[in-house]
């Protein structure tokens, strides 16, 4: 089948005003319950929503009428049902579906956050979804719309990602409403979106419809048992008889909403959160709806009102051959008023958001790990394994009020649980495969708490006396990464994976930085035990300066009166600017102002001055570590925040770790911390963002590229989502900043950014979580947040060189297991050893490994992106070809991005912009042969590979 | 078919206990919202309950598996949908009744309530609704099980009237939790209910049962969408498997609740108000908790859970034929807790009280007028009339949140619309077999308002110098009954039937008493215009007595110092009693003290001191009328209460006419207003009051026959409702109170009887209806209730022979309509002429008339009723024979009480008790040959009567 023509649409009348009824549910994966509780209809006492019912109900009343239709969006949610439905159940579902009765829309295992998630896990929850509908329905399961009716604000990166799906059409509900407004006057609801610079139109485009209500019904047509509006009312001999009342206002309804759009096709949202649980109360009224108002027809009525879904409603537009407006920038921030911007949940949050992010790094490392540990990574010496409990907790952490941040607490911790069991999950696979590829069956631990210097197995000096470190890196190519580990004695002897005697140091935990020459296509070297050589640094505190220096790349200052950062220089390119950085809180609203009574929330951002409150215009120094491998300085700014700046050996980046918490709120003031670097570097108004951690935009203060802004909140509407990096530059210089998690991020000064890092509030924002976001921590005490910015300095055309593989490598870390004892007693030394060799030896600088995961017993798909965008990289933003060898593979297929549909049958519907046609081009440079691909910058490529056994 | 031993009930294990679970919903026909509302699912904000989708979804649900059961009780509701369904629909609905999965129960038009309501309005609303299923479903949609699971206490004549209806047993929920806690210890929470002590057993013996709790599941296996409990979670993939916690809290719920029944089989109501509306949630639960508690019966477990319907249950119960306890008195008052005794709502909304009575005697003149004017009633001179619309009304208004006056206000005007439109639609009715009757078809107006003396007819003396006045007196024999109309004029000549003069007098209306001689049986004089001569009376006032006389049956006198009654004197029987009276008000809790936070409300009566505050010491009496007719006093107590004391001539009662209201609040202080009678009896602890307006019986002070009560709400805890009647007496006198409508009675000293009158609260009691009992009245001012009590002091032996007639005629009203012009002049004089002749001349006084409507084009419904109980009247508590003649009765059959069954085929269950063994005896004495019946004290009998076409 090719496009999203279907035969199944209804018909419509080509001289009248058509309104498409969409029956829909907006399906949470979790929000003010946990995913299984909204599954269940567990603790309705909370929020009344039971998604079993929901799908029980709406397949019941799709069958009494063949003209009814729904969508399902929400697979998580589909596939806890499917599997418990009995196979006569299954046989109506299928048929529902194929007479396309039932349409899966968007179709990913959540509906993601577009603000706060890596473009990788989005590609993985959608595939995860996707791949479900397309194994259990076949082509009339592929949705060919993505419906975001409910994240708050939207990115391009996720337009491209949809574009490069194979998906016709999107629409959403949120959008500022300032830009609304705009568009309703000018008929730019629907429009273009042309959602990549470095890709050739039209393979990221995206027809893109802003929907009318949001995703709720008009006012007055909510028939759900959640609703209180009147049912139609057609006995005359009851009480109030409304049928002329509600088919005049429907009339009404219809056209007011015509005169903001182009065609004479209108949508109509029906449905909203969970709605549908008894789904009759929906389809009773409608069918009145419908009979009453096109019964009108026959007195010269011309609105003709219909069943359908948004695909459907997309063909009509398409058949309409019109010219539509082009769109270029993103849709954030988003507001929804003049006090109300939506940017306070980039940072929600900020351990969940950590959390998330690693896990990440962890799934991708156990996907890769199944592929090459072969099947006895899933059942092999530590049992079974597996890498989808992983996946579909990913998947659920994906959803906009997951990683958003915008849930309630139980259901944030829930999340968490899921990623953890996932991981326990995963770690079996992983020691099996790690067996597998070791040879060294012996037990095998990971530690989680590294990051707060726990580890048992390290520190138990009294019973092990021995242990050994197996590192796995699950990026492309070699990276250096530092290992800091807890011990308990004060010396130790460590050896490479050659016997090799490397220095050592003790101090609270031995630190280690060791260059990964152990890569997953070149197993040579994947265990590891490696320490450099120690060498002093030079360093210096006195009363009048501080500076640390990284070899030959980086040194920094420190201002001897203040205890801050005063200046950066890299010595390669021989620059410096001033950096002065210090942590701030703005002070939250608590809506008790004359303007408005929005206080700051899980949602919204609303400092009630301009002016954050420096946290302290000193930090005091407390600890100084210099060893051969890392520089530290530790820096106090309060009891409740600290930092430690560190240079590590070899690195070219500055990494301040940053530990915020517990936010005290005992003075009754919410607080929103930041961390600002105030340089010289002339950015005036404009910063630069990335859009899920791959291309990024320009942003400029008080501004928006489509619209003549009228700014209301100075500092909160200035305000928008990073998810691993953000810069600002002049001619001379840019200072990147490169993070470990997704934040909020704004320039409010010339020369200045400054990052959100975590917020503890003392109010709910109304905006329906219930709860102010205040994080519990230990002893209930406040949660303590702790993270890393990396900053680089670099002239403006070689930032991306730095900024590309430290993000990437922040991504996706290596993975740190312990073993009692040495392997060297009972196993071979030389563990690294090639068991995958389907991609050449070493992947070049510009490409990135997306994916490597089993799909079947007998196939694995694989991803390769490249990583620079066009243009920002002398050396990178090239086309680059050869990748494959021809050794192992036995058969390479080309996918959507979606892995949902062979790239040869993408066959998506061709839209006109006034600019210049849009004609199809080819998706991609032509491969050189069946064995080389070509990547285009910012091109992600899809590949089913059938692979030799193992 | 016979008995209840429905071959459709589920098998049982019999060594086991079985959990019978009765799937069901609780739809008030009107609280909250209208019964239309209720309907439609509209103006859910107030209430979520849709009863449409409830029957819809039963209906869908209930196809899904054979095993699956459930009962719907209100055939108001479901009258309305049953019309709306296709016929496919109701070929399944029927086929789901003949297999027993769906089954009626009660089937009344609504679930009446038992406090407020007359047995003529409950036994026509229970034919109203029984009838419609007999219609529809035949004999497998005759109820079998009577089912008051929410009325606030039980009535024995309501037992009495369901036993002589067919009904096998009866369930309900509400009981005073002392009774219930002493029940569920002695295991006495199902018994054999004796409801009269006239009818000879087993007549009136009902099968009563106290449901576990209350009507709702056990507390956490609720699964409504209203609910919150836990759903049964068992896919062992997801969060929070619990099958084995709410399987084994199940069998703890099980084997607690067998512990307070006799038998191996306990019933489970699964269901609440309005529950089901997506039945899917409750059946896909139940399913699967009977799946898991039967799966343990393979590793020995004794509980076996079923889905089953009370009849069912019933049905096993008696097949246990063990001996049940027997109980003769009644279940009022019902307390829920120490301080909570529901004892307000006997009179609150006072004039709806008084309407949903003047309603049934409009009615009950409605459908006689439709037999007696033959075909042409419904279609003739004056249009389309019918007596549906106003017996629907009268249903819905039985229910036990109308008359009861537990609904919100917006409701209570509901049913009074109602009310009025059933008579409308009755006046067209009436206006036409008037025509037939009279032969004349010039306009009739009906003056509703009279009680307030306004009759824009009468009055407009300007434009009609002539008018006439119609009565029909729908009693079955002749009565006196006073006449006032309001008028412009000063002076008219009023004239009898026979153009003779009769005297008449002008104050501000004209004042008319009349001996009716016109009954429906005998219409030689349905139309008359009577006045009978003026005498004046002896009647004195000065500052040492105030005397009234009526003529030689009553002596009234007046405290010269106070203005209040001081005695009473019977001049027949030459008794003389002291009897002061006076108005006086309860200062309502506001819920503020101690003991509980129960205010009075719309239910609960709850003074805060058990004194009452006098509204005035004394009072003024301002105005005085003698006439030949009427001799009235009027006594000012305050600006908000007044009366009227009068005398008629040939009348054997003092009426007191009352007027209370706006009742005031500004003082912050809830009022609950009653009068109270002071006698020289010596009454002791001990009073007197009707059930529904039937049987009387004694009440005791701070006492309860069955259980050993102890007394916490020494005012509240002693309230009856009466509907008609309260007594006290001594040896040698009765005082009797007839009322005009429902009321709240105590006598809380020796010799005194109180009469609740009036409510005016500020607070909601917290059982639903949120909204305190504030009426609003003209100008929102407070409403105004005016009433009317009649007094007769006579020997006890002598009392029945006056109360029985007095009130029969309070309940059966003459209704006056009036004619422009005389109808002397184009038409016969003689309008009163015999069309119906089927009964004998008169009927003896014991005989009442209850029901004579035409049933279908050839038959009429007759009900016949020995109004006096066993005992109380030395001439006429005796069986009484010879009521038809055979001149136009084609055939006679006899019917239950509910009209739904032939008397030949009931064919009850029998219990044993374990005072006698209860063997079915004889019915009713024999009668001497089909066209005579014989009928014992309080023996009501129904006959569907063939006629000659008229």
Redesign the interface.
């Known amino acids: 089948m090719g496009s999203a023509h279907s035969p199944s649409c209804p018909a419509t009348k080509p001289s009248m005003l058509n309104v498409h009824l969409v029956p829909h549910t907006h399906d949470d994966v979790g929000w003010l319950k946990?995913v299984?509780?909204y599954?269940?209809?567990?603790?309705?006492?909370i929020q009344?929503a039971?998604v079993?019912?929901i799908l029980?109900?709406v397949i019941?009343q799709l069958q009494k009428d063949p003209a009814r239709r729904f969508i399902y969006v929400e697979t998580a949610f589909f596939y806890?049902w499917w599997?418990?439905q009995s196979q006569n159940t299954r046989r109506i579902v299928t048929q529902l579906v194929n007479e396309g009765r039932l349409e899966f829309i968007n179709g990913g295992w959540c509906m993601s956050d577009e603000a706060t998630t890596h473009y990788s896990a989005v590609i993985d929850q959608m595939t995860l979804g996707l791949r479900f509908l397309n194994d259990t329905f076949g082509e009339c399961g592929r949705p060919r719309v993505a419906w975001h009716i409910d994240p708050f604000g939207h990115a391009r990166e996720h337009a491209s990602i949809f574009a490069q799906m194979g998906y016709d059409g999107f629409f959403f509900g949120r959008l500022d409403y300032q830009d609304k407004a705009r568009r309703m006057k000018t008929k730019e609801m629907e429009m273009l979106w042309r959602a990549s610079e470095s890709l050739t139109p039209p393979l990221a485009d995206l027809f893109t419809g802003v929907l009318p209500n949001g995703y709720n019904p008009p006012e007055g047509f909510c028939w759900d048992?959640s609703?209180?509006d009147?049912?139609i009312?057609d006995?005359p001999d009851?009480?109030?008889y409304n049928v002329d009342e509600i088919v005049q206002r429907f009339l009404n309804v219809s056209y007011n909403q015509a005169a903001f759009y182009k065609t004479n096709h209108i949508i109509m949202t029906m449905g909203s959160d969970f709605q549908y649980?008894?789904a009759?109360?929906w389809y009773?009224n409608m069918d009145k709806l419908i009979k009453y108002v096109n019964a009108l027809q026959a007195k010269g009525s011309k609105v003709n009102v219909l069943y359908s879904t948004p695909s459907c409603y997309l063909q009509e537009l398409n058949l309409a051959n019109l010219t539509w407006p082009l769109k270029t920038d993103d849709f954030f921030p988003y507001a929804d008023d003049a006090h109300d911007f939506w940017t306070g949940y980039f940072t929600s949050r900020p351990a969940l958001k950590l959390y998330e992010r690693l896990s990440n790094s962890r799934l991708q490392t156990c996907n890769q790990l199944e592929v090459l540990g072969g099947p006895k990574s899933t059942s092999g010496p530590f049992g079974e394994g597996d890498s989808d409990t992983m996946s579909k907790a990913m998947g659920v952490a994906q959803h906009h009020d997951a990683v958003s941040g915008t849930e309630k607490q139980h259901v944030a911790y829930?999340y968490a649980r899921r990623l953890a069991t996932g991981w326990a999950h995963c770690e079996v696979l992983v020691r099996n495969s790690l067996a597998v590829l070791s040879g060294s069956e012996s037990p095998r631990v990971f530690c989680e708490n590294l990051n707060i210097s726990v580890c048992p197995l390290t520190e138990s000096s009294q019973k092990v006396l021995y242990f050994s470190m197996n590192v796995y890196n699950p990026l492309g190519r070699t990276v250096s990464w530092p290992v800091r580990l807890p011990v308990n004695g004060s010396l130790y002897s460590v050896t490479d994976t050659k016997g090799k005697t490397v220095d050592s140091q003790v101090g609270n935990y031995v630190c280690m930085s060791f260059k990964l020459i152990c890569n997953i296509y070149d197993m040579k070297s994947s265990s590891l035990l490696l320490l450099l050589s120690v060498r002093w640094f030079h360093f210096s505190i006195n009363n009048k300066s501080v500076l640390m220096y990284a070899f030959k790349f980086l040194k920094v200052t420190f201002d001897d009166t203040t205890g801050l950062l005063s200046s950066l220089t890299n010595l390669e390119t021989n620059q410096t600017i001033r950096l002065t950085q210090n942590f701030y809180w703005y002070n939250a609203s608590s809506g008790n102002n004359k303007e408005s009574r929005q206080p700051s929330g899980a949602y919204i951002f609303r400092p009630n001055s301009s002016d954050p409150f420096v946290i302290n215009k000193t930090a005091e120094i407390q600890i100084v570590t210099v060893s051969s491998t890392v520089q530290e300085v530790t820096q106090w700014f309060s009891p409740w925040v600290s930092q430690v700046v560190r240079l590590y050996e070899g690195h070219r980046e500055l990494e301040l770790e940053w530990t915020v918490g517990p936010v005290p709120i005992a003075d009754g003031l919410g607080k929103e911390v930041i961390t600002r670097l105030d340089t010289d570097i002339e950015s005036s108004d404009y910063f630069y963002t990335d859009s899920n951690g791959r291309e990024v935009l320009e942003r400029r203060k008080d501004y928006r590229p489509t619209w003549d802004l009228k700014q209301t909140e100075p500092i909160a509407g200035n305000y928008y989502p990073i998810n691993s990096r953000a810069y600002i530059k002049d001619d001379k210089h840019q200072l990147t900043v490169v993070t470990d998690r997704s934040q909020g991020v704004s320039s409010i000064y010339n020369g200045s950014l400054e990052i959100m890092l975590h917020r503890r509030l003392l109010y709910d924002d109304f905006r329906g979580v219930g709860e102010p976001l205040s994080e519990p921590g230990e002893f209930f005490d406040g949660l303590v947040a702790r993270g890393r910015l990396l900053l680089t300095l670099t002239p403006p055309n070689m930032a991306a060189d730095v900024h590309r593989p430290l993000a990437q490598g922040m991504v996706l870390q290596p993975l740190l297991s312990f073993q009692d004892g040495t392997p060297l007693a009972n196993t071979k030394l030389e563990v690294c050893r090639g068991s995958f060799s389907g991609l050449q030896d070493a992947l070049p600088p510009a490409v990135h490994l997306l994916t490597l995961s089993q799909w079947d017993k007998d196939s694995v798909l694989i991803r390769l992106e490249h990583q620079y965008q066009a243009k920002e990289s002398k050396t990178h933003s090239q086309p680059i070809t050869k990748l494959f060898s021809t050794l192992e593979v036995l058969g390479a297929s080309e996918m959507s991005l979606g892995a949902n549909q062979w790239k040869e049958d993408m066959n998506r519907l061709q839209w006109n912009t006034g600019t210049k046609a849009s004609k199809p081009l080819p998706l991609s440079a032509k491969d050189p042969s069946p064995w080389e691909v070509t990547l285009n910058p910012m091109e992600i490529r899809t590949f089913l590979l059938q692979l030799r056994q193992l």
Chains 1, 2 share one sequence.
């Open positions: 946990t299984d509780q599954y269940h209809g567990d603790r309705n006492n009344h039971g079993q019912y029980d109900s019941d806890r599997r418990q048992q609703c209180n009147a049912p009312r006995d009851l009480e109030d649980e008894n009759n109360l009773k829930d």
